[in-house]
């Protein structure tokens, strides 16, 4: 009898994800052919309901169409099932016939493939196939969908600076990243000269102040006529604590399923425009919570993302017929490879971005940290130099 | 001696308002071979204070690139000047021995020379050429700029479409758009079935109940199980009142130098976070300000508006040989025309969307809304349909 594979997509959404659904459809199809292909409805839940959609004989320009597609085709899922929930999905898996799970996600996605391999005992084979905008997982150089929403936000930052060169003033955009600033500095990526935003950068590995912003921007203001500003929205003090949970009202703080604070809200965004209205009176200051913009904007899907989301998707296909594991992007020799390392290596883990990638004194990237994400994120749009 | 031509960039930058300069200073070298051409920096205020840019003999390759680049490469200015201001720039004016002066900009950069035209009495020409991402000039079938931001507008909502339907709740993105509701109903532009959203479509020509708002998204989520929701910054309520007027104390409330409210900030958003909060209790709900995003965003540049920009500077060169006046976008036959009309047609006046634009009793696109908006802007993404 043919094999049968179940894929499903965790987590937020990236402009790419898709794209890892196609080339492990793909993959199948060439290794083994005539394989039942299950997509699974908003990640584990269709497992445990029973809601699949069959992709098995999905024509090939669909196939491509979806794959250009940014958001999770098949819905997704904050569920981050425990033992007894991955007794379910497991039951669920067998009731369907499945050889093997493919799940993409991020860390949480790892860890649910960890905990469904222990439960299966050898039945059954489970991979973890990356994504996440956050570019967090550990063992990765970068992760599938993070070059797409980098590029979004490098483009804001360079559009908005041209922006405040024209009208001047402070400028502070808040970005998507719980516990790592990658996001959040990518928005160097795309400086033209020494001139140019952002020229702070507010990131969760470092602890943050308020009096220190205010020097900050001020000091800025000095030497630019203007300051641009990128802020994660998990940005955290000296205690530890997220800054939005220092400037909100306990009884205010939303907590998803996991327990997890809320900060893509707008208080944060509030918190800094008060700030900067107490700090800097009088000066024009306007704060852009970026939200959901960067992570899957339609008009901003980078080939290069595209592509190696394809080949993760392909590998781990592969990965399933070598016994499962998670699927890891590493660089060799300057070329994106992939690789085959162990769930236990990923799941629940947070890769931050070094703190060397700041410089010591200041709020801008180092030569290290530019050099990363200008690898990465390679400028692709050129411009002129403004008369101002 | 060879003429003089000044020309200065007025209020907020578009991604396209360099290659209406552009436009322009390839004419004059066109028309006016070895012309003189001062770029006057920060609007009126460069004319005020003798501060220009010689564009003369700027080689064509810089220009090229300057016309690709978003913002105002000259700088701009928020001044909307008074008769004494004019005679100001009027005197400035004569010192750089100008022969004709070309303002791009909305409909108070045609006051400006509207009032200018009047103080020089015949001894200089006035040209207003047209920009504003809002839409909003009389005369117009639309504004250079406003394509490229609508596009950015139209790809926000089919990108954050396909994340909600991947993860349900309920979507509100605030759009800039003061008393012209043009580039929030571009929201709907782009979508791909009778499913998609933005469903609920908020703009500052219909007044705004908070009640009837919460039952709109009610509804919304028991047809769509998610709702997608565009709102212009300059929503009113029936009071005529703009709304964040009527959520913010009044001593919190900032003004600008022409009185007007500031609406871009963060207060707007909170109060529809809140009200959703108290409203649908429980329900995921995310607010993101689009901000500044939409007017410049460097990926996001429309080729067709970029040429119609082009091609409004080069016009304006020939409206100064004709004895000046502002210059519109019209529609015949399916094109887009350049025509030359008196300045007091468009100075101060507020072109607003039609109210036909809305379905009577929905805040949804009409047909005949729909139609303007997608003849204006195709999609420029093949997407395909989400399998939930």
């Given at each position: 009898?043919?094999?049968?594979?179940?894929?499903?997509?965790?987590?937020?959404?990236?402009?790419?994800?898709?794209?890892?659904?196609?080339?492990?459809?793909?993959?199948?199809?060439?290794?083994?052919?005539?394989?039942?292909?299950?997509?699974?409805?908003?990640?584990?839940?269709?497992?445990?309901?029973?809601?699949?959609?069959?992709?098995?004989?999905?024509?090939?320009?669909?196939?491509?169409?979806?794959?250009?597609?940014?958001?999770?085709?098949?819905?997704?899922?904050?569920?981050?099932?425990?033992?007894?929930?991955?007794?379910?999905?497991?039951?669920?898996?067998?009731?369907?016939?499945?050889?093997?799970?493919?799940?993409?996600?991020?860390?949480?996605?790892?860890?649910?493939?960890?905990?469904?391999?222990?439960?299966?005992?050898?039945?059954?084979?489970?991979?973890?196939?990356?994504?996440?905008?956050?570019?967090?997982?550990?063992?990765?150089?970068?992760?599938?969908?993070?070059?797409?929403?980098?590029?979004?936000?490098?483009?804001?930052?360079?559009?908005?600076?041209?922006?405040?060169?024209?009208?001047?003033?402070?400028?502070?955009?808040i970005?998507?990243?719980?516990?790592?600033?990658?996001?959040?500095?990518?928005?160097?990526?795309?400086?033209?000269?020494?001139?140019?935003?952002?020229?702070?950068?507010?990131?969760?590995?470092?602890?943050?102040?308020?009096?220190?912003?205010?020097?900050?921007?001020?000091?800025?203001?000095?030497?630019?006529?203007?300051?641009?500003?990128?802020?994660?929205e998990g940005v955290s003090?000296?205690?530890?604590k997220a800054l939005v949970e220092s400037l909100v009202?306990?009884?205010r703080l939303e907590?998803?399923?996991?327990?997890?604070i809320r900060l893509s809200g707008?208080d944060l965004g509030m918190a800094?425009?008060?700030?900067?209205?107490?700090?800097?009176?009088?000066?024009?200051?306007?704060?852009?919570?970026?939200?959901?913009?960067?992570?899957?904007?339609?008009?901003?899907?980078?080939?290069?993302?595209?592509?190696?989301?394809?080949?993760?998707?392909?590998?781990?296909?592969?990965?399933?017929?070598?016994?499962?594991?998670?699927?890891?992007?590493?660089?060799?020799?300057?070329?994106?490879?992939?690789?085959?390392?162990?769930?236990?290596?990923?799941?629940?883990?947070?890769?931050?971005?070094?703190?060397?990638?700041?410089?010591?004194?200041?709020?801008?990237?180092?030569?290290?940290?530019?050099?990363?994400?200008?690898?990465?994120?390679?400028?692709?749009?050129?411009?002129?130099?403004?008369?101002?």
């Amino acid at each position: 009898m043919a094999a049968t594979f179940v894929i499903a997509q965790g987590g937020g959404p990236t402009a790419v994800i898709n794209r890892t659904l196609v080339g492990a459809v793909s993959e199948i199809r060439k290794r083994h052919p005539g394989a039942r292909v299950l997509g699974a409805r908003h990640g584990v839940r269709g497992i445990r309901d029973g809601d699949y959609v069959d992709l098995s004989a999905l024509p090939e320009k669909q196939l491509d169409l979806i794959g250009r597609t940014p958001s999770a085709a098949l819905g997704s899922t904050r569920d981050k099932p425990d033992a007894a929930y991955c007794e379910v999905i497991l039951a669920g898996l067998k009731k369907a016939g499945a050889d093997a799970f493919i799940y993409i996600g991020g860390n949480d996605t790892a860890g649910t493939q960890q905990i469904l391999t222990e439960a299966a005992a050898g039945t059954m084979t489970f991979v973890h196939a990356p994504k996440t905008v956050d570019n967090d997982l550990v063992e990765n150089d970068h992760t599938p969908g993070f070059i797409s929403a980098g590029d979004f936000v490098a483009g804001a930052f360079l559009s908005v600076d041209l922006d405040f060169r024209a009208l001047p003033g402070v400028y502070v955009a808040i970005v998507m990243g719980r516990h790592a600033g990658f996001l959040t500095a990518a928005s160097a990526a795309w400086r033209i000269d020494g001139d140019s935003g952002p020229h702070l950068i507010y990131v969760p590995e470092r602890a943050f102040s308020a009096k220190r912003f205010i020097e900050d921007v001020r000091e800025t203001l000095d030497r630019h006529k203007r300051c641009i500003v990128a802020v994660s929205e998990g940005v955290s003090t000296a205690d530890g604590k997220a800054l939005v949970e220092s400037l909100v009202p306990a009884d205010r703080l939303e907590r998803d399923a996991h327990g997890n604070i809320r900060l893509s809200g707008g208080d944060l965004g509030m918190a800094f425009e008060r700030a900067l209205a107490d700090g800097l009176p009088g000066k024009r200051a306007r704060v852009d919570t970026l939200g959901y913009m960067p992570r899957g904007y339609v008009g901003m899907i980078n080939e290069t993302d595209s592509r190696e989301a394809f080949e993760a998707g392909a590998f781990a296909v592969e990965a399933a017929d070598r016994g499962g594991g998670s699927v890891a992007l590493q660089v060799e020799n300057g070329r994106t490879v992939m690789k085959l390392v162990p769930l236990g290596n990923v799941a629940g883990k947070t890769r931050h971005m070094p703190d060397s990638f700041l410089e010591a004194d200041t709020n801008r990237l180092s030569t290290e940290g530019l050099a990363y994400f200008e690898r990465l994120l390679p400028r692709k749009f050129d411009v002129g130099k403004p008369f101002v």
